[in-house]
């Protein structure tokens, strides 16, 4: 039997320890907060998915070491700016050689790197990573309902292992060769995602918020492909198959942070009671850096770290968007 181990307690988490348990592998779940995994061990919840009881199948750990004890596969689940923290200090556990995929979206604060390549780091050569991603919100994967996903990873072989070990009946995964790009477009589309509660919270209706998207999109394609990756990427259901979602999802972090400043609520307040990581907020401001440095024009983007980071009102945020220069359509420029 396939040993897993799954590094993260969050929501994504559990749902992927639940498809792997169906598909008969062999599961242990380690998190980085022992009362947590205490709790979660005892009482096979968690207040972030209140209705899910996770299977006894599933092996919860409070012990890293014997988590990844002779793992043929790791799966990261810990929030973007918390993988460089958890997996230092869990990194000599890994065994030589054992591949790591990665449900993680966003970009690391300061280094404006991807959460595998923050692992791929620190683990050293030797160790494949994998980019498991789509659009899947945990909150219907945890009815089982359907939901198609990629698997991408430069091994061919490793993509098609993780491929193999997510067969189950309400998932479709599909390999993919560009996991830059789809690491990009799982990360970039958080921060339009937040553009777009916005316009949910202010009521601007359905015209304004598809514009937020069309746009959206652009603009973080313009910015993948000056870093490389792929443009088609962004067309699939690693780019907007994702940020539609993330998008219309009322059950979407990224939304529902937008949508409620858009309502008038501050920004401590909402991530101090919003019960998970909103990484939008923490990719705004590692975009914004990487399209300086790029040379690459971000509209949204652009306002949004204003937002968000620099006080700019958000009626002020809309206006400026509406009164930009007019122009030919573009997608690459």
Request: hydrophobic share 45%.
């Amino acid at each position: 039997m396939t040993n897993v181990a799954v590094i993260g307690d969050g929501q994504m988490a559990l749902v992927m320890a639940d498809a792997l348990t169906a598909r008969g592998v062999h599961v242990r779940l380690w998190g980085p907060f022992p009362t947590h995994v205490d709790d979660l061990a005892e009482r096979r919840k968690s207040a972030r998915l209140p209705h899910f009881m996770l299977s006894d199948d599933v092996r919860v750990t409070p012990n890293a070491e014997e988590a990844l004890s002779e793992v043929d596969i790791a799966l990261n689940a810990i929030p973007t700016q918390y993988i460089r923290k958890v997996w230092g200090d869990i990194s000599n556990y890994v065994p030589t050689g054992v591949p790591v995929a990665c449900v993680a979206k966003g970009i690391e604060i300061g280094t404006n790197v991807l959460p595998t390549q923050i692992i791929e780091e620190l683990l050293g050569e030797g160790h494949s990573t994998c980019v498991l991603s789509g659009p899947t919100i945990a909150t219907e994967l945890v009815r089982r309902q359907p939901a198609v996903m990629v698997s991408s990873s430069i091994d061919e072989a490793v993509a098609k292992q993780v491929q193999d070990l997510f067969d189950v009946p309400w998932l479709r995964v599909y390999t993919h060769g560009d996991p830059l790009g789809v690491e990009l477009a799982g990360a970039l589309k958080n921060v339009i995602a937040i553009a777009a509660g916005i316009c949910d919270g202010m009521e601007l209706g359905d015209n304004a918020k598809s514009a937020m998207l069309a746009r959206g999109l652009a603009e973080i394609s313009r910015l993948g492909v000056s870093l490389g990756a792929q443009l088609e990427t962004f067309f699939g259901i690693a780019g907007v198959g994702d940020l539609a979602t993330t998008c219309f999802s009322p059950h979407g972090r990224n939304r529902t942070c937008g949508e409620r400043l858009g309502k008038g609520e501050e920004l401590q307040t909402i991530t101090e009671t919003m019960g998970s990581v909103v990484e939008g907020v923490s990719t705004t401001k590692a975009v914004h850096s990487l399209a300086q440095e790029q040379g690459v024009e971000m509209p949204i983007a652009s306002v949004m770290y204003r937002v968000l980071f620099e006080g700019l009102s958000i009626h002020d945020a809309i206006s400026s968007l509406m009164s930009r220069d007019l122009r030919a359509e573009q997608l690459r420029r």
